[in-house]
């Protein structure tokens, strides 16, 4: 049970999270109706994407200024459970979009040209894009110092490039997103009711902490499959 | 002082390797005219949104091919040559210099071609001059560090589009949202939006110095 209360912390959370958000009352936005209840899902992969990437970040930071191994496989594993992150936010993000802005007279492909200029599907696909990146530039180095030197040097350069152009992004495109240009939407205290910020806030930690978690596990998964191909 | 010294001396070499290894110049030129060549057989005349969308492309792959090369020339034996006598900073950015200066050569020159072959929608031409010099500059900064990235992984060209073209949409956004106003009389160039790509030239530049020496070590 080594420090495992974070992790106990985790599935109470979620669990709260699947419960309340779906049980709570919502207000009733005419547009939005129950869909809103995806804001504890959908929004809360992107707090978590942003999270690990942040982690990975860091990681790669460590491993430059210590050299030790464990801070590269951190960090790539960090940058892997933040794709799959991104994924399921894709994923959620496009049931919620089908239900609110497709055009009814269109077919869901037919409309999608229109949808995909959205600065945040853009600056998301920035990301995504980047941490692929960065995993087709590991895979191409056999070197296992060379590797993480490497890929952590883009990593930060990368990481570096990608938070100016999620700033600047939404100030050249309309958006269908709220918020828009004025701000983070998501940590307005205005707006969403006082019922959904009891899940909402939660939920955003429950998730972070499973990525989290996640990630430790692969860790140390690979630390331990290293540990047998030196044997 | 030593280190301008040295920067000096570090372009001067780029410098004089272009000038006796004539064939990669001339194959960039080669490059720009028939990609500008091939664009002018398929489509005469484009709509001015058309004519921005297809220069801008045309200015990032150029300088892919321009850029490409600084570090990917460089020999093994000849790094570890240049790691015993020079600092990696002074070596980063005389690279830096002397590709910046390069793309802004080239890009001129493919604005030249470009408004040659496909017809001349712009009414603000020395406003358009500026910000093609700026796109350019923009463009080889980021490709210049890529390539030394792409280098090290000993990898081709091929990578650098993959590493870069995420992390320079946005700047490709801002310049062709820039670009769009020098179409018509009304419109003019946001001045902060013109800040703003200088600041993020100005960013890539310190992550580039500082990140280069971890580069460097083999």
């Given at each position: 049970m080594h420090k495992s209360w974070w992790k106990i912390l985790a599935v109470v959370l979620l669990v709260y999270t699947f419960i309340a958000g779906i049980l709570i009352e919502v207000p009733r936005?005419?547009?939005l109706q129950e869909t809103i209840r995806n804001l504890f899902f959908h929004v809360c992969m992107w707090f978590g994407m942003m999270i690990l990437f942040i982690i990975s970040f860091v990681q790669a930071i460590t491993y430059l200024r210590t050299g030790k191994h464990i801070h590269d496989i951190a960090s790539r594993q960090y940058a892997g459970v933040g794709i799959l992150f991104g994924l399921l936010g894709y994923i959620t993000g496009a049931i919620w979009m089908s239900y609110t802005?497709?055009?009814?007279?269109?077919s869901f492909y037919d409309s999608f040209d229109s949808i995909a200029r959205e600065p945040k599907l853009i600056g998301a696909a920035i990301a995504l894009l980047i941490y692929a990146a960065y995993l087709v530039l590991r895979d191409s180095i056999t070197d296992m110092d060379k590797k993480a030197r490497i890929s952590a040097v883009y990593n930060i350069f990368a990481f570096a490039m990608l938070f100016p152009s999620i700033w600047i992004i939404p100030r050249l495109l309309p958006s269908l997103h709220p918020g828009g240009s004025e701000g983070n939407p998501a940590l307005d205290?205005?707006?969403?009711?006082m019922n959904m910020r009891l899940v909402f806030y939660p939920a955003i930690a429950g998730w972070t902490l499973i990525g989290v978690w996640i990630a430790t596990l692969k860790i140390r998964l690979k630390l331990i499959n290293e540990q047998r191909l030196m044997q | 002082m030593k280190s301008v010294q040295h920067i000096y001396t570090l372009i001067k070499k780029d410098l004089l390797l272009e000038v006796r290894q004539q064939y990669s110049f001339y194959g960039i030129l080669l490059y720009i005219m028939a990609t500008i060549f091939v664009l002018y057989m398929t489509i005469q005349e484009p709509e001015t949104k058309v004519w921005n969308g297809l220069f801008w492309v045309i200015q990032l792959f150029i300088c892919i091919n321009a850029v490409?090369?600084?570090?990917?020339?460089?020999?093994r034996g000849r790094m570890l040559y240049f790691y015993s006598i020079v600092n990696p900073r002074d070596f980063v950015l005389a690279k830096l210099v002397f590709n910046s200066v390069l793309m802004l050569l080239m890009s001129f020159l493919s604005l030249f071609l470009f408004s040659l072959f496909l017809g001349n929608p712009i009414k603000k031409l020395p406003q358009f001059i500026g910000l093609v010099l700026l796109g350019g500059w923009s463009l080889s900064l980021v490709f210049t560090f890529l390539s030394a990235i792409a280098a090290k992984a000993q990898q081709n060209a091929a990578i650098m589009a993959i590493l870069g073209f995420p992390i320079i949409i946005p700047q490709l956004m801002l310049l062709m949202q820039l670009a769009n106003?020098?179409?018509?009389?009304k419109t003019a160039i946001a001045a902060s939006t013109l800040l703003l790509i200088v600041m993020l030239d100005v960013l890539v530049i310190m992550l580039a110095v500082i990140l280069f020496p971890f580069l460097w070590k083999e």
């Amino acid at each position: 049970m080594h420090k495992s209360w974070w992790k106990i912390l985790a599935v109470v959370l979620l669990v709260y999270t699947f419960i309340a958000g779906i049980l709570i009352e919502v207000p009733r936005n005419p547009q939005l109706q129950e869909t809103i209840r995806n804001l504890f899902f959908h929004v809360c992969m992107w707090f978590g994407m942003m999270i690990l990437f942040i982690i990975s970040f860091v990681q790669a930071i460590t491993y430059l200024r210590t050299g030790k191994h464990i801070h590269d496989i951190a960090s790539r594993q960090y940058a892997g459970v933040g794709i799959l992150f991104g994924l399921l936010g894709y994923i959620t993000g496009a049931i919620w979009m089908s239900y609110t802005w497709i055009d009814s007279n269109k077919s869901f492909y037919d409309s999608f040209d229109s949808i995909a200029r959205e600065p945040k599907l853009i600056g998301a696909a920035i990301a995504l894009l980047i941490y692929a990146a960065y995993l087709v530039l590991r895979d191409s180095i056999t070197d296992m110092d060379k590797k993480a030197r490497i890929s952590a040097v883009y990593n930060i350069f990368a990481f570096a490039m990608l938070f100016p152009s999620i700033w600047i992004i939404p100030r050249l495109l309309p958006s269908l997103h709220p918020g828009g240009s004025e701000g983070n939407p998501a940590l307005d205290f205005k707006d969403a009711s006082m019922n959904m910020r009891l899940v909402f806030y939660p939920a955003i930690a429950g998730w972070t902490l499973i990525g989290v978690w996640i990630a430790t596990l692969k860790i140390r998964l690979k630390l331990i499959n290293e540990q047998r191909l030196m044997q | 002082m030593k280190s301008v010294q040295h920067i000096y001396t570090l372009i001067k070499k780029d410098l004089l390797l272009e000038v006796r290894q004539q064939y990669s110049f001339y194959g960039i030129l080669l490059y720009i005219m028939a990609t500008i060549f091939v664009l002018y057989m398929t489509i005469q005349e484009p709509e001015t949104k058309v004519w921005n969308g297809l220069f801008w492309v045309i200015q990032l792959f150029i300088c892919i091919n321009a850029v490409a090369k600084s570090f990917l020339q460089e020999t093994r034996g000849r790094m570890l040559y240049f790691y015993s006598i020079v600092n990696p900073r002074d070596f980063v950015l005389a690279k830096l210099v002397f590709n910046s200066v390069l793309m802004l050569l080239m890009s001129f020159l493919s604005l030249f071609l470009f408004s040659l072959f496909l017809g001349n929608p712009i009414k603000k031409l020395p406003q358009f001059i500026g910000l093609v010099l700026l796109g350019g500059w923009s463009l080889s900064l980021v490709f210049t560090f890529l390539s030394a990235i792409a280098a090290k992984a000993q990898q081709n060209a091929a990578i650098m589009a993959i590493l870069g073209f995420p992390i320079i949409i946005p700047q490709l956004m801002l310049l062709m949202q820039l670009a769009n106003t020098v179409f018509s009389d009304k419109t003019a160039i946001a001045a902060s939006t013109l800040l703003l790509i200088v600041m993020l030239d100005v960013l890539v530049i310190m992550l580039a110095v500082i990140l280069f020496p971890f580069l460097w070590k083999e």
